[in-house]
């Protein structure tokens, strides 16, 4: 291999970095010349308690291979306090990778407000707190990478997670969002849904499924995303076990009804098979707001000239 992807200069902050995909994360980025803020709070997989130790061990694992690394204790929901430890350590910050975490499970007709606003804070507000600090470091230098951390529960819903869920969908559209606000400055952010074995998992999954699920085939993604000559921005890819597969929203062909009569929710039950289909051959896939709105702007132009278009039924409370 040529060319060799290097992050000699840049300063790197991981988020959660004490353990699992984080420490696979800091390591790598260690071992290929840039210096690492290894953050993390030290505490349960349910977030409970606090300890210096999960960050320190990864800062010598870091230095003993030669690499540059100090270590930052704060919770990402205090995220100015991680920016200003890489700036105080090392000047500057180059890349963000947001991947702290924690989980409290439990059905949703169980859930408390308590299980729901932690896991916010520190997924969503721990994550928006790391960039909100560095945002105008970023702006400033023209360059920034960010990692955002989803997961599959996120993009597609799991039993016993709505808290997790919800919080792990918002950092999709955060992504998005500061993708296409952060383009003119060259920051791009991007978000992965990665699949690895740690102690989040550990208890889920079985124990030779674990064995195939090393954080490290996760990491390479991160880095090619983060590497100054990536363009990649605002996407989202699904990676763990050596795959990485990018993923995009599709949307059926549809049906347009006349603007310019009242719609009727027996129409809308006439032609659900068109509106669910898939497979028709007019399925697009909408990569931004504009494009959403197209087929709905086209629309527009849909009256209806003939009786035939109207509906069968005469008023809204469904009697014909
Ligand atoms: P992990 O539990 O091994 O690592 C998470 C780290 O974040 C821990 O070291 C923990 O101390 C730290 N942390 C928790 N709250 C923190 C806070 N407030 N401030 C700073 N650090 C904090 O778990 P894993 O699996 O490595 O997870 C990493 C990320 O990947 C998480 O965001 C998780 O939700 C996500 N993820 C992991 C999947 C997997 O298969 N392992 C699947 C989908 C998503």
Same mark, same amino acid.
């Given at each position: 291999?040529?060319?060799?992807?290097?992050?000699?200069?840049?300063?790197?902050?991981?988020?959660?970095?004490?353990?699992?995909?984080? +420490?696979?994360?800091?390591?790598?980025?260690?071992? +290929?010349?840039?210096?690492?803020?290894?953050?993390? *709070?030290?505490?349960?997989?349910?977030?409970?308690?606090?300890?210096?130790?999960?960050?320190?061990?990864?800062?010598?694992? %870091?230095?003993?291979?030669?690499?540059? $690394?100090?270590?930052?204790?704060?919770?990402?929901?205090?995220?100015?306090?991680?920016?200003?430890?890489?700036?105080?350590?090392?000047?500057?910050?180059?890349?963000? %990778?947001?991947?702290?975490?924690?989980? +409290?499970? !439990?059905?949703?007709?169980? =859930?408390?407000?308590?299980?729901?606003?932690?896991?916010?804070?520190?997924?969503?507000?721990?994550?928006?707190?790391?960039?909100? $600090? $560095?945002?105008?470091?970023?702006?400033?230098?023209?360059?920034?990478?960010?990692?955002?951390?989803?997961?599959? $529960?996120?993009?597609?819903?799991?039993?016993?997670?709505?808290?997790?869920?919800?919080?792990?969908?918002?950092?999709?559209? *955060?992504?998005? /969002?500061?993708?296409?606000?952060?383009?003119?400055?060259?920051?791009?952010?991007? @978000?992965?849904?990665? =699949?690895?074995?740690?102690? =989040?998992?550990?208890?889920?999954?079985?124990?030779?499924?674990?064995?195939?699920?090393?954080?490290?085939?996760?990491?390479?993604?991160?880095?090619?995303?983060?590497?100054?000559?990536?363009?990649?921005?605002?996407?989202?890819?699904? @990676?763990?076990?050596?795959?990485?597969?990018?993923? +995009?929203?599709?949307?059926?062909?549809?049906?347009?009804?006349?603007?310019?009569?009242?719609?009727?929710?027996?129409? @809308?039950?006439?032609?659900?098979?068109?509106?669910?289909?898939?497979?028709?051959?007019?399925? /697009?896939?909408?990569?931004?707001?504009?494009?959403? =709105?197209?087929?709905?702007?086209?629309?527009?132009?849909? !009256?209806? /000239?003939?009786?035939?278009?109207?509906?069968?039924?005469?008023?809204?409370?469904?009697?014909?």
């Amino acid at each position: 291999m040529t060319d060799n992807l290097r992050f000699d200069g840049r300063v790197v902050i991981v988020t959660g970095a004490g353990g699992g995909l984080g +420490r696979s994360h800091a390591l790598a980025f260690g071992a +290929r010349g840039a210096s690492v803020v290894v953050n993390d *709070l030290g505490g349960s997989h349910t977030g409970e308690g606090a300890s210096t130790r999960a960050a320190d061990v990864v800062v010598e694992e %870091i230095r003993a291979g030669g690499g540059k $690394a100090v270590a930052n204790y704060d919770s990402v929901v205090d995220g100015e306090k991680i920016v200003e430890t890489a700036m105080k350590a090392f000047g500057r910050v180059d890349i963000i %990778i947001n991947n702290a975490g924690i989980l +409290r499970d !439990v059905s949703f007709t169980r =859930m408390t407000d308590q299980q729901w606003e932690l896991i916010f804070q520190v997924h969503v507000d721990g994550a928006y707190k790391v960039l909100k $600090a $560095a945002w105008p470091i970023f702006r400033k230098q023209k360059f920034g990478r960010i990692i955002n951390t989803t997961s599959a $529960a996120g993009l597609y819903g799991n039993f016993g997670q709505a808290n997790y869920s919800a919080a792990k969908l918002a950092l999709v559209g *955060l992504t998005q /969002t500061l993708a296409l606000e952060g383009k003119k400055d060259n920051i791009h952010c991007n @978000v992965i849904a990665p =699949m690895a074995a740690s102690r =989040m998992t550990e208890t889920v999954l079985p124990p030779d499924m674990l064995a195939s699920l090393k954080p490290e085939m996760v990491t390479p993604l991160v880095q090619y995303l983060c590497h100054e000559d990536t363009t990649e921005n605002g996407s989202t890819f699904e @990676v763990g076990a050596g795959f990485v597969g990018k993923l +995009r929203w599709e949307r059926t062909g549809g049906h347009g009804f006349p603007i310019d009569k009242t719609l009727f929710p027996e129409q @809308v039950r006439e032609q659900w098979a068109k509106i669910t289909d898939f497979e028709d051959g007019r399925a /697009t896939h909408p990569t931004s707001t504009a494009e959403s =709105m197209e087929s709905i702007m086209a629309n527009f132009e849909n !009256v209806a /000239t003939d009786e035939a278009a109207r509906p069968k039924v005469i008023s809204a409370d469904g009697k014909v």
